[in-house]
């Protein structure tokens, strides 16, 4: 996972996309995976989620070390 559009950042936006925060977990970011599962959860209920979803996966894709 070193560099954008790796193998690994490919596996951890689909991982994203299934669950926000799980493609963070999977790079070794548990913090911002944390923060991610939780926003996500709590604006799904106000239909708000999809924007941290969205935003999970873009994240997972783009990250470099």
Not at 7 to 12: E, K, L, P, Q, R
Not at 21 to 39: C, N, W
Request: include cysteine; charge should be positive; charged fraction near 10%.
């Amino acid at each position: 996972m070193s560099e954008q559009g790796s193998t690994g950042n490919v596996i951890a936006a689909i991982c994203s996309f299934f669950i926000p925060g799980l493609g963070q977990l999977v790079q070794g970011r548990p913090f911002i995976a944390l923060i991610m599962f939780v926003l996500a959860g709590m604006l799904w209920f106000i239909l708000l989620g999809w924007m941290i979803h969205l935003w999970s996966i873009i994240d997972a894709a783009r990250f470099k070390r």
